[in-house]
């Protein structure tokens, strides 16, 4: 077991995310994807934001994702609180902040409390850093045909499509860092207690 692998384990292990040191070369030259985050994890995207300094930050849908918006509309006062705190934890972007509304959102809220971001209500395609991105909640509702990059969220990924010239990328599954300078992914895991604190979304596909 290498040193850094037994890194990244205390890290998971201690609740904390890893910031692996290759990823340096990254820093202030790379674009982040991030999707479904229970506000449990802002600290740790908050030290991952300051680690790599991304010039984009692209967010798939349903920014609290502990708060099951689609289920208890109610809840909308404390999905506001939370969302709150993750917009005012991000800083600014160079190339900008892009969210598309998940089943769990309420996109008026997002544009209220981040009036420079870019909110979608749905799908969308974007041009970031001379990539195209393709981004939507579900990975059904992905533009067609397929761009060079295709974000998504929601549940686990199916089938690994088969695009020449497309990439699909899943940000429940990891954290997705893309360079900007030759488009080269990067994954990195979610700690361990985020998934759980999704309300075990893998296991009843909320």
């Known amino acids: 077991m290498t040193v850094k692998t037994v890194m990244d384990l205390a890290y998971r292990l201690t609740g904390r995310m890893a910031l692996p040191r290759e990823l340096e070369t990254l820093r202030g030259r790379c674009l982040l994807h991030v999707s479904d985050t229970p506000s449990t994890f802002y600290g740790d995207l908050q030290r991952l934001l300051l680690f790599l300094c991304p ?65 979608f209500d749905g799908a969308a395609v974007v041009t970031v850093c001379g990539l195209t991105l393709a981004m939507a909640h579900y990975f059904r509702d992905l533009p067609r045909p397929p761009r060079p990059y295709n974000l998504y969220g929601h549940s686990p990924s199916p089938p690994a499509p088969r695009r020449e010239g497309a990439v699909f990328l899943n940000g429940l599954d990891a954290v997705n860092v893309i360079a900007a300078d030759d488009g080269t992914v990067h994954f990195l895991p979610y700690p361990a207690y985020v998934n759980g604190n999704r309300c075990r979304k893998r296991k009843i596909g909320l």
């Open 55 to 119: 010039l984009a930050l692209i967010h798939t849908g349903d920014v609290a994702d502990d708060v099951k918006l689609e289920l208890r509309p109610r809840e909308i006062g404390l999905y506001s609180r939370k969302a709150a705190d993750l917009l005012g934890r991000l800083g600014t972007f160079p190339e900008g902040l892009y969210i598309t509304g998940g089943n769990h959102d309420d996109t008026e809220t997002l544009r209220r409390l981040a009036p420079e971001a870019t909110v």
